[in-house]
């Protein structure tokens, strides 16, 4: 059987924005997953509580925010890609990251919970993924009027993560 997870997807499975995303995941998608919860983990374990409403601009989410706005994302995809391998084919609604992390209070949150929640959301999504058939991994939907492929939105999960954890890195953690 041909190994999709290792393929990345053709570009007519995700909206062109999602592209900068996909392109910053290496190799397997599974693996990649895998190796962000512990990556990830140790990156907040290293952040001081007293540090998680700090923010690097005005206007900009704060350390707790960006944790869960990337925990709001993974959820949405990995709902989207369940939906969609299970050929469910009805049309999935966007939704509006500021508004989601506006409504949230993250800051209220210990950063220990939200790197728990993290870990505990990936480990259940890489077993929905690894369960996968061949045929549900090509299966693709709608959402937010542009088609999405269950392994597309799966790259997507791990190069948004990726890409926040660049953007902690760089402009919040000197």
Same mark, same amino acid.
């Given at each position: 059987m041909k190994n999709l997870l290792i393929e990345k997807p053709e570009a007519s499975e995700f909206a062109e924005y999602y592209g900068a995303y996909i392109s910053l995941v290496d190799g397997d998608v599974i693996n990649a997953l895998k190796k962000q919860i512990e990556e990830t983990q140790n990156l907040i374990?290293?952040?001081?509580?007293?540090?998680?409403?700090?923010?690097?601009?005005?206007?900009?989410?704060?350390?707790?925010?960006?944790?869960?706005?990337? $925990?709001?994302?993974?959820?949405?995809?990995?709902? /989207? %890609? #369940?939906?969609?391998?299970?050929?469910?084919?009805?049309?999935?609604?966007?939704?509006?990251?500021?508004?989601y992390v506006a409504n949230a209070d993250f800051n209220s949150c210990r950063l220990s919970d939200l790197s728990e929640e993290f870990g505990l959301l990936?480990?259940?999504?890489?077993?929905?993924?690894?369960?996968?058939?061949?045929?549900?991994?090509?299966?693709?939907? $709608?959402?937010?009027?542009?088609?999405?492929?269950? /392994? %597309? #939105?799966?790259?997507i999960i791990a190069g948004h993560e990726i890409h926040h954890i660049n953007i902690l890195k760089e402009r919040y953690l000197p």
């Open positions: 374990a290293k952040i001081p509580q007293e540090k998680a409403t700090y923010s690097y601009a005005e206007g900009k989410w704060s350390i707790a925010e960006l944790v869960g706005h990337i $925990i709001d994302t993974e959820r949405v995809m990995a709902y /989207r %890609a #369940l939906r969609f391998a299970r050929n469910d084919a009805t049309p999935l609604e966007g939704f509006e990251q500021d508004d990936r480990a259940s999504n890489i077993l929905m993924f690894r369960h996968l058939t061949e045929e549900a991994w090509l299966r693709t939907g $709608i959402a937010s009027n542009n088609p999405a492929s269950v /392994r %597309a #939105l799966a790259y």
